[in-house]
């Protein structure tokens, strides 16, 4: 068995499922380098204690990618599980891809031909959004290396999750919020990570990273009618301030609702990390 502290992962993503908690993410010695081998489960009863990781995304024969395998995520959906996970070649632009299983433990294989993100955009970190008329999407962030302030964007998707439906929406920018910090020259803004969460009063917020000096945040951005398409709206101060990021939440098999994130930003020495939350009237707390 292994300790929490022992899971080399960035992006650490739970899913809650048959009553055991199984933790994704990227592969900490893999995550920077030119070649990457898969992605990972690994199992828990209690987030303490977890079982030895088990690869569940082999990349299949004549897969299009061969490095930088990031921020994998599994959703339940219709009944059953998809991944998406980010992939990079020097052939192609980086881009999320949705892969399927029968199982949490995989193993996941490519639904479609290629990601569902803009063949033509330097694209990361998309999750699935289904909103309240049952339209899956996918949201997603169109790198800053490209637009120089990141951008965040919801592309609709077919009910199979195969394909986008028409062009994607850009839903905030990075250089929005007034606490952010510029990364790397004065006109480029990091967004990472977004992540979806219907508040208790009924409020759609995201949960996504950029940047506060020198450290890697996590924030929360609000939809003003409920909605993807509304207008979002930023938090006047990041959600959690200490060099971390990449967050989703979950709840425990208690109702307990937890942050998930790594921390410190700093490779080799990120490491999964939870923090119960306290939410009141949409507005999330952090309780270390």
Known sequence: MLQR????????FVLLYDKKY??????????WGDHAAGLDVYVSRDLHNWEEPSQCFTPPAGFWSDRNFWAPEVH????????????YSETRRR?????????????????????????????LDGTLYVEQDGTPYMVFCHEWVQCGAGEIC????????KDPVGEPRLLFRADEPSWVTPYHGPESYVSDGPFLYRAENGELLMLWSSFQGESYVQAVARSDNGRL?????????????????HGMLFRT??????????????????????????????RLWVEK
């Open 154 to 161: 919801a592309v609709e998707l077919t009910k199979d999750l």
């Open 229 to 245: 398409d509304g207008r979002w709206l930023h938090d006047p101060q990041p959600l959690a301030d200490f060099d971390s990021g």
């Open 22 to 31: 199984y933790l994704y993410g990227t592969r900490g010695k893999e995550c």
């Open 253 to 282: 098999t208690e109702g307990q609702l937890i942050l998930s994130l790594h921390t410190p930003n700093e490779t080799p020495y990120e490491r999964p990390a939870f923090f119960p939350v306290r939410e009141e009237h949409g």
């Open 95 to 123: 881009g999320t891809q949705i892969l399927k299983a029968a199982s949490p433990m995989g193993p996941f294989l490519p639904i479609s031909q290629g990601p569902a993100t803009p063949p033509q955009w330097e694209c």
């Open 76 to 87: 339940v959906y219709e009944g059953e599980l998809y991944m998406f996970a980010s992939f």
């Open 5 to 12: 502290e022992q899971i080399h992962i960035r992006d650490p």
